[in-house]
């Protein structure tokens, strides 16, 4: 019998909390507790499911530079959270996956609300792959501000 992967576990508690008045808001928070840094920048989870990750971030002081726009970082830190979201809820039962790299591109100054969304299929491979995740973020007007491409290292639990 395979242990559930952290995907399912994200899954499963996205799935009690999301239909709920404010549940979207508090598994968010969820998160940023069990990843600190993540949660530093308080985006929001509005979409979840397997291979599929939408995030929110409000343009706000704690995430400015000195250019009054949304910090590089800010941007990486979110398109990682949603390539993360992406791929970990995709998986099957009894993988698990890590970060192992991260290309970011900058395109636009990122003000306002921003969306982060990523979509991706994680097949089954019988030992650890490398597999390249693509997420992009757009402004209120539509205009891509950032790209982005993690690299994920998947397999098996072992």
Known sequence: MSKRSVGEKML???AALSPRPGGKWL?????????????????DVVHLEPGHAIVTLKDRRKVRNHLRSVHAIALANVAELSTGLAVLSG?????????IGLDVTYTKKARG???IECQCTV???S??????VETRIIDAAGDTVTTATARWLIGPQG
């Open 113 to 115: 609300v921003l969306t």
């Open 12 to 14: 499963s508690t996205w």
């Open 127 to 132: 030992e650890r792959t490398e597999i390249p």
């Open 91 to 99: 998986m099957p039962s009894g993988y698990n996956g890590i970060l």
């Open 27 to 43: 598994f968010s928070r969820f998160l940023g507790f069990m990843i600190p840094y993540t949660g530093s920048v308080s985006s």
């Open 123 to 125: 097949p089954a491979f």
